[in-house]
T-cell receptor
């Protein structure tokens, strides 16, 4: 089966612009997760969906960040009014929904803010 | 105190040796434990997961869990240069899925 797909792979934008990333999970996976990773650190949780329901959102996530999964399939993560500190790798993962199933990651979207 | 702690390394071992990677966690209610391998510039790749106390073996990899000591480890036998990567320990608090809490990762270097 195909893995988690993320688009774009790289995004370079100017500070203050809005950006949107897309994630397509593994087809039979109902859970979808977004993480952010900066150099030298482990991934940091942002938010997670079970089907179309957003079940948890990190308290560290500013209101400039929003995520959707309208039909329970692909998801989008939007960052409004980007700041230098938003530069990071944005990772999407998916898993099955029975118990604590392992999460499988996509290749990520690397965001660079100029 | 960080929720999940790992030595950042680098840990250097000769080819063919056993590499031992360690991780401690602070939440005693944690139920599920995962090891990911991450090559430079790439995304994390699942290596092992373990839910019960004791050892779990998969090929050259063995995960060890001690919930009383809040400690999980990964042993890599017959280490190869291709094992050189950052190894991330991740913890899930419940047993119903949800977010993973990651350590900062341990960089492993296997010298030929």
């Amino acid at each position: 089966d195909t893995g988690v797909s993320q688009d774009p792979r790289h995004k370079i934008t100017k500070r203050g612009q809005n950006v949107t990333f897309r994630c397509d999970p593994i087809s039979e996976h109902n859970r979808l997760y977004w993480y952010r990773q900066t150099l030298g650190q482990g991934p940091e949780f942002l938010t997670y969906f079970q089907n179309e329901a957003q079940l948890e959102k990190s308290r560290l996530l500013s209101d400039r960040f929003s995520a959707e999964r309208p039909k329970g399939s692909f998801s989008t993560l939007e960052i409004q009014r980007t700041e230098q500190g938003d530069s990071a790798m944005y990772l999407c993962a998916s898993s099955k929904d029975r118990g604590a199933q392992p999460q499988h990651f996509g290749d990520g979207t690397r965001l660079s803010i100029l | 105190q960080k929720e999940v702690e790992q030595n950042s390394g680098p840990l250097s071992v000769p080819e063919g040796a056993i590499a031992s990677l360690n991780c401690t966690y602070s939440d005693r209610g944690s139920q599920s434990f995962f090891w990911y391998r991450q090559y430079s510039g790439k995304s994390p790749e699942l290596i092992m997961f373990i839910y019960s106390n004791g050892d779990k073996e998969d090929g050259r990899f063995t995960a060890q869990l001690n919930k009383a000591s809040q400690y999980v480890s990964l042993l890599i036998r017959d280490s190869q240069p291709s094992d050189s990567a950052t190894y991330l320990c991740a913890v899930n608090r419940g047993n119903q899925g949800g977010k993973l809490i990651f350590g900062q990762g341990t960089e492993l270097s296997v010298k030929p």
